[in-house]
């Protein structure tokens, strides 16, 4: 197989009919599948098993039953179930023109680089007119104009870094390093690998049907990748820690003004701050990688029981800095919590976050080419598949 034509669909049952056409005429002349990765509670599973029956190119699907990992990890999955020589990843919308599939495979080929980009940015033939609004395109081009700022030596010449429409050399990119959350899987791709870049300019158009899946959230997601690839997850750990740190000393200075004894101001400054940080790790440290950690509950454990532990023993410590060195108690606190930040992120790196295993399996459906109105397919199971710059 030369290219696997991947598409990660969430309730795009009204755009599957005409995406499937355009792309088998624009493959036409290649050895070409499409690959959907499905997230959806509609009936686009449905309709995407219908429109392969009758298709002239082959179809395949995977059904994930656990789409923590958003857009992101649908693309990886898709890149890891694909044996072809390229990969090109188009959303399901319509928004992509697949007539321009040949376009970037030519380019791929011929430039001889690891990655071609179809770039609303680039100049003539190029524009970002189908996003629904001024404001969109407002923050679309911000968005790109910050992500290119901060990463200058990834994305030299990249005009549209946080585009969803491109092609790759499968060999050119390792799945197991990228840590997909939210929709930019470019980003994760490029920000993780040193990667030879070219673009090809398209015309971003409106979307044929649906609704569009970015709101307040995608770009609050959009915001913590951009954090997560400039400085690393230890570095958000110690952000996280900092702001742990930072309320745990204010806890215990208004338990000391109140009157309480140091060791009890300590104690429940400790647990409280273990319980928020454990929050913020969820989200901001760790968020990308729940989906293959064990459960919720299961890791509170784990973190409740550690840094309880952990206080515990830094306790005698600070007993020895306030008593017997005489040092001011806020402070010794606070010297003691950053002492052991090292030990606190490789615990909850390596123990309380690290994969499940097995993988849990998905359910892919395959397709193969049919006369009209014959359908063969089976379900098989499929197994899913850490500072940078």
């Known amino acids: 197989m030369k290219l ?3 598409v990660p669909t969430a309730n795009e049952a009204p755009n599957i009919e005409q ?3 355009r792309v088998t005429l624009a493959c036409k002349d290649m050895e070409a599948e499409i690959i959907f990765v499905d997230d959806s509670t509609d009936k686009t599973p449905d309709v995407i098993g219908r429109v392969a029956s009758t298709a002239t190119l082959p179809v395949r699907m995977i059904q994930r039953t656990k789409p923590n990992s958003g857009m992101g990890g649908a693309v990886i999955e898709g890149l890891q179930s694909s044996s072809a020589d390229y990969c090109l990843v188009m959303a399901g919308d319509l928004q992509h023109p697949p007539e321009v599939i040949p376009v970037l495979l030519a380019e791929l080929e011929g430039s001889g680089h690891d990655v071609v980009m179809a770039s609303r940015y680039c100049g003539p033939g190029s524009s970002a007119h189908g996003l629904a609004s001024l404001y969109r395109r407002i923050v679309s081009g911000s968005a790109s104009l910050l992500t290119r700022c901060l990463f200058p030596s ?28 939210g929709f930019k899987i470019l980003l994760e791709i490029l920000g993780r690998h040193r990667l030879a870049v070219s673009e090809v300019p398209f015309i971003f158009g409106k979307r044929a049907a649906g609704k569009s899946k970015t709101g307040f959230r995608t770009g609050l997601d959009f915001l913590l990748q951009l954090m997560q690839l400039r400085i ?20 215990m200075g208004l338990l000391l003004a109140a009157g309480s004894h ?9 647990e409280l701050t273990i319980v928020s940080n454990f929050l913020m790790q969820e989200r901001l440290v760790f968020g990308g990688t729940l989906h293959k950690a064990n459960s919720r509950t299961t890791r509170f454990l784990h973190s409740f029981g550690f840094n309880n532990a952990e206080a515990l023993l830094r306790l005698p410590i600070l007993m020895f800095m306030v008593e017997t060195l005489m040092i001011n108690s806020v402070l010794a606190q606070g010297l003691t919590l950053v002492a052991a930040f090292a030990v606190r992120y490789l615990y909850h790196s390596k123990v309380v976050y690290r ?10 459906l ?10 063969r397919g089976t379900l098989v199971p499929q197994a899913q598949g850490d500072p940078v710059m």
């Open 355 to 364: 994969p499940r295993q097995p993988a849990p399996a998905v359910a892919t």
């Open 154 to 181: 990834r994305l030299r010449g990249c005009s549209d870094p946080l585009t969803g429409f491109f092609a790759l050399r499968r060999s050119s990119v390792d799945c197991g390093s990228l840590r997909p959350a």
């Open 262 to 270: 140091y060791v009890f101001a300590a104690v429940v400054a400790a």
């Open 4 to 6: 696997s034509v991947i």
């Open 19 to 21: 995406l499937v056409n």
């Open 366 to 375: 395959a397709v193969q080419p049919a006369a009209p109105g014959v359908r």
């Open 232 to 251: 690393g997850r230890a570095g958000l750990f110690a952000g996280v820690g900092a702001v742990g740190t930072l309320l745990n000393l204010l806890i």
